[in-house]
């Protein structure tokens, strides 16, 4: 099977998994065991942009994922996912050891995609993707993983 069509049928899965659901954590946490079990990456999961707990900023704080254990918090600009927050825009990291201020949640990582969700042209979260292989990402996967996470920048609260 191609990775076109496994995506593509992921995208019938998340919608039968989403589409009478509002509760946007839950459907945070189907979308990533979907991805997670259908694509094989070696961690699949959201960060949610939150107020930092002195009140003081936002910071982006884990949310729903399957994986390793991961980082909690990460803040505005820092590592792959904090890049992607401040320039709101995917980034593909093929090789994360080459990405300045990269964070090693895992060493076994070696590769990433970074998905910003976003809202009224703000994000709201992110999809986080590593691959324990080298140049996992590509074209394709920001297609169908930005089209899997649109509807949860469409409505609701991150």
């Known amino acids: 099977m ?6 593509e049928e992921l995208l019938l899965e998340v919608a039968g998994l989403t589409a009478d659901e509002t509760d ?3 459907n945070m946490a189907n979308i990533a065991a979907a991805i997670h079990t259908k694509m094989g990456f070696h961690w699949t999961g959201f960060y949610r942009v ?14 729903p994922f399957q994986g390793p254990v991961a980082c909690t918090r990460i803040r505005f600009g820092r590592g792959v996912c904090g ?3 401040k320039e709101r825009r ?4 093929p090789d994360v050891e080459q990405f300045p201020g990269h964070i090693a949640c895992s060493a076994l990582s070696r590769s990433e995609i970074v998905i910003p969700i976003l809202r009224k042209g ?3 979260a992110e999809l986080d993707i590593d691959s324990a292989e080298l140049d996992t990402f590509d074209a394709v996967d ?5 089209v899997l996470v649109t509807s949860l920048g469409s409505t609701g609260k991150s």
């Open 2 to 7: 191609t990775k076109e069509q496994k995506y």
């Open 24 to 26: 946007e954590i839950a």
């Open 50 to 63: 939150l107020p930092t707990p002195d009140g003081s900023g936002e910071e982006l704080v884990l949310g």
């Open 83 to 85: 890049t992607a927050w």
């Open 90 to 93: 995917t980034l593909i990291v």
């Open 122 to 124: 703000a994000v709201v």
């Open 142 to 146: 920001e297609h169908y993983l930005t």
